[in-house]
């Protein structure tokens, strides 16, 4: 089954208004060079939230979308700090990361990602669901339990409508391979790509085919050709080699062109 590929940017807490602009610039100029590779791939950033609103003036609703690393399970109301689905809506933005490895470690529980990617599809938002085990959880050979429970507490929450079903992006990032240097190698994201596709159309039926899921974890261009090649790997959620636009442009680069 053919999907659009999608590469995510996750710039994490990198950038100030003027250099995120210029960042963003430097993608745009990119993309415009390969309009015909932006027919099957599609490109998102998700810079920090203090540079939303500035990007957003400059990019409009063009190639290249906006998102957001997180968002709060609340509408609006009394939440210090947070930020809901209809200020990221506000801002430009379509997609939202969700459940972050970096956000699961102060604590975001199962439970807290699911009900987020509830929030982010009642906002109208595309929520991008993070899963993966850690170093740990690998070694004692528990990563697919983990995995399960991690989609299972998701589950319930996935709206019935069929749109917002295939919508859905699901992306399995290692923990051990994020920021690390160290990429998964391509027979566990293999396996780990085909159990959670399994995961998906057991429960989703037709729907869960269409879902995207996506490799996240020291993706760069020296391996995204062999990873973006893989069976069932849509895309990627791309941390420190965003931060470049040569790099970021040079992963998009490596898309294969069947998608
Ligand atoms: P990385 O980060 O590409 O720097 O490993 C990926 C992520 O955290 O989404």
């Not at 990007?55 to 290249?64: A, D």
């Not at 998906?200 to 973006?228: C, D, F, M, Q, W």
Request: glycine share 12%; with cysteine.
């Amino acid at each position: 089954m053919r999907r659009r590929a999608l590469i995510v940017g996750n710039w994490k807490m990198n950038g100030l208004i003027e250099p995120a602009c210029d960042l963003a610039d430097g993608i745009l100029f990119g993309l415009g060079q390969r309009a015909d590779r932006m027919l099957h791939c599609e490109v998102v950033i998700c810079p920090p939230a203090t540079a939303l609103h500035a990007l957003h003036q400059r990019l409009g609703s063009g190639t290249l979308k906006l998102g957001g690393q997180n968002l709060s399970e609340h509408e609006s109301g009394p939440h210090t700090g947070e930020l809901c689905g209809i200020m990221l809506r506000n801002v430009g933005c379509w997609y939202v990361i969700v459940g972050h490895s970096e956000r699961r470690a102060s604590g975001e529980g199962n439970e807290v990602v699911g009900r987020k990617m509830a929030a982010a599809f009642r906002d109208g938002l595309t929520p991008i669901v993070c899963v993966g085990e850690s170093l740990d959880e690998r070694e004692r050979g528990a990563a697919e339990a983990v995995v399960r429970e991690q989609i299972a507490a998701l589950l319930p929450h996935v709206p019935d409508a069929r749109n917002k079903r295939e919508s859905l992006v699901v992306a399995y990032e290692p923990v051990w391979a994020i920021g690390t240097g160290r990429n998964a190698e391509p027979e566990q994201i293999v396996a780990m790509h085909g159990f959670l596709r399994a995961l998906l159309t057991e429960a989703l039926g037709a729907a869960g085919e269409k879902v995207r899921i996506l490799y996240g974890g020291s993706l760069k261009p020296a391996n995204a050709r062999t990873i973006l090649a893989l069976g069932d790997v849509d895309g990627g959620l791309i941390g420190g080699a965003a931060l470049k636009a040569t790099d970021f442009l040079a992963i998009i680069d490596a898309v294969p062109d069947e998608f």
